[in-house]
Nanobody
Framework: QVQLAESGGGLVQAGGSLRLSCVAS????????MSWFRQAPGKEREFVSS???????DYADSVKGRFIISRDNAKNTVYLQMNSLKPEDTAVYYC??????????????????WGQGTQVTVSS
């Protein structure tokens, strides 16, 4: 059974940084696309960033140049370094996983496994 556990959320001032972590258990292979999504109050969940099995990354336009996704396969962990945070980045951030050799997965239905989420709040 695959489980994803996010951590690293919190309260930060605008312009600050946070690093989110997501530890995956139960995955049998590192050939997995790992992603971050977020959901702000009153809004639909949206794609933030992904990293596939060959380390190819994708980013939403709203976070390009500010967020960096990375992974450590030895630790079954994916990270999201968030810099220059803005109040509009406030949301619950979710980790997602889809095993397989996919090139690009940026939609919610693409993902089979989800974490419980971690709250990120950016004050102005």
């Amino acid at each position: 059974q695959v489980q994803l556990a996010e951590s690293g959320g919190g309260l930060v001032q605008a312009g600050g940084s946070l690093r989110l972590s997501c530890v995956a258990s139960g995955l049998t292979s590192s050939a997995t696309t790992m992603s971050w999504f977020r959901q702000a109050p009153g809004k639909e969940r949206e794609f933030v960033s992904s990293i596939n099995w060959s380390w190819k990354t994708d980013y939403a336009d709203s976070v390009k140049g500010r967020f960096i996704i990375s992974r450590d396969n030895a630790k079954n962990t994916v990270y999201l370094q968030m810099n220059s945070l803005k109040p509009e980045d406030t949301a619950v951030y979710y980790c997602a996983a889809r095993p397989g050799l996919y090139t690009r997965l940026i939609s919610e239905p693409d993902y089979r496994y989800w974490g419980q989420g971690t709250q990120v709040t950016v004050s102005s």
